[in-house]
């Protein structure tokens, strides 16, 4: 029996050995360690919970829609409230608070929230606007009615809210500015059309009332009496809007041949349009120097204090001749007249200036082609012969360095105030007429007013 271990020669097996004895087996590569899995917080919405917490105690106690709402609780709203007919004891649903509607439009305002459907939403998916109904179900009509009927009550705030700021001397009425900011309306430049389309639309319109009128279900498939009339409700409103349009027209053309007799200016009567969507409404030049359907927005803010005291809104594209209509109006509402009045050169009529003067209204506005007339070596600041004493003392007083340096005042009061309202989303309306647009302006004016009133407040407490 052969027991000599085999040597190194020596190759036992046919394909020989892998590994030499006495060598030890190489160690098999390691595996990557496993990276444990991280640990997350994820959603759960189906299980089912319990919270009790108020509207009041999920609400934060320094949120802003606090101060409108606490603003609203100051103000006199019996008028509003002698309105209402659902009395205890008497027929009818109960009616909605009017401070829950004026505050939420206020708060929308300052939210930069035009529109009435998105202010419905608003109630029922955002928590300060469910906050200020507390609960109270509205609907986007509701909130759009009460905008839109209410334009004298929100007039007589305005008066109001300045009267406060005036007993707290907080503001004076010594120096005050005025300017103008196109405001795009409801309306497109398509539904602008001449007379014979005017008188086109108004035939199809009526034989539309008509029909509608005419008409009577005969089977299931008919129309619901509620979408009947709603469908001769829309029919009546479209032919009064082109009724509306029509004498809209019919107006514009007087004016025309009042410009054309007093000073001239050539108009071609075929070529008057009016709008079928928004009658009031007309085509002004605009900012970006392109022509669009719009309103003009006048605001008069005082120079100390910078709160508004005047609101007006025209369908006139130019501020010439609106000097005059503010003045009126800021003395009828306030019982007094500004000192000093500012307004940048689109105000500044010779007959407004002179009837300020007249009234003891000190007018600074700058003298049209000024530097012009320098550079002919002309005095611009010389009165001239057809002048009135009120445009001559304009035109002496504009030369002096006093009026210059207040006039500074006017770009960082005026124009701060309509940047203010752009700011807070009153680039275009959502509502059709001048009265509506009217109580759009004056919700801004109002919300405009009670954050300076907050800040001036503000102010005199930290310099006491």
């Known amino acids: 029996m052969n027991t000599k271990a085999p040597t190194a ?5 046919p394909g020989g050995s892998l590994f030499e004895l006495g060598q030890p087996l190489p160690k098999a590569p390691a595996e990557p360690a496993a990276v444990p899995a991280p640990r997350l ?3 759960e919405r189906t299980q089912g919970e319990m919270r009790i917490a108020s509207l009041d105690q999920l609400l934060p106690a320094d949120h802003e829609v606090r101060v409108v709402w606490d603003y609203v609780c100051e103000l006199n709203l019996d008028p509003l409230l002698q309105t209402i007919r659902a009395v205890p004891g008497g027929p009818g649903r109960d009616a909605t608070d009017p401070r829950i509607l004026l505050a939420l439009w206020l708060f929308a305002t300052v939210d930069g929230v035009g529109s009435a459907r998105t202010l419905d939403a608003l109630c029922r998916e955002h928590l300060a606007y469910q906050w200020l109904c507390g609960g109270v179900s509205l609907n986007y009509h509701t909130l759009a009615e009460f905008r839109t009927q209410h334009t004298a009550i929100l007039d007589r705030l305005l008066t109001d809210s300045v009267a406060t700021l005036l007993r707290e001397n907080l503001i004076t009425l010594k120096q005050v500015a005025q300017d103008g900011m196109r405001v795009r309306a409801s309306a497109g430049a398509g539904s602008f059309h001449r007379e014979p389309s005017l008188r086109k639309c108004l035939h199809q319109a009526q034989a539309q009332v008509a029909a509608l009128k005419n008409q009577v279900d005969e089977d299931n498939q008919a129309a619901s009496r509620r979408q009947q009339a709603a469908r001769e409700r829309a029919a009546r409103e479209r032919q009064q809007r082109i009724e509306q349009a029509l004498a809209q027209r019919a107006e514009l053309e007087a004016k025309r041949e009042e410009q054309r007799r007093d000073k001239g200016l050539k108009y071609d009567a075929a070529q008057l349009r009016s709008s079928t969507t928004d009658p009031e409404a007309t085509r002004m030049k605009m900012p970006d120097g392109g022509t669009r359907p719009a309103y003009n927005v006048q605001f008069a803010t005082t120079v100390e204090g910078g709160a508004i005291v005047g609101v007006d809104v025209t369908n ?20 007094q007249r500004p000192e000093q009045f500012l307004v940048d050169g689109g105000f500044t009529t010779l007959e407004d200036i002179e009837v300020a003067e007249q009234n003891g209204i000190q007018v600074l506005g700058p003298i049209k082609n000024e530097a012009s007339k320098k550079a002919k070596g002309e005095d611009p600041y010389q009165p001239k012969t057809k002048d009135g004493p009120g445009v001559a003392a304009w035109r002496q007083r504009m030369g002096t360095d006093e009026a210059k340096q207040t006039y500074k005042f006017r770009a960082a009061t005026a124009e701060w105030a309509n940047a203010g309202a752009r700011q807070r989303g009153l680039y275009q309306v959502t509502v059709r007429g001048r009265q509506k647009v009217l109580a759009v302006a004056l919700l801004h004016a109002l919300v405009h007013n009670l954050l300076r009133t907050m800040a001036l407040r503000a102010t005199k407490q930290t310099t006491k």
Request: aromatic fraction near 0%; charge should be neutral; charged fraction near 20%.
């Open 316 to 335: 006139v594209g130019s501020d010439g001749g609106q000097m005059q209509p503010m003045q009126q109006q800021i003395e009828t509402r306030h019982q």
């Open 41 to 43: 917080r994820r959603a």
């Open 9 to 13: 020669d020596s190759n036992p097996s």
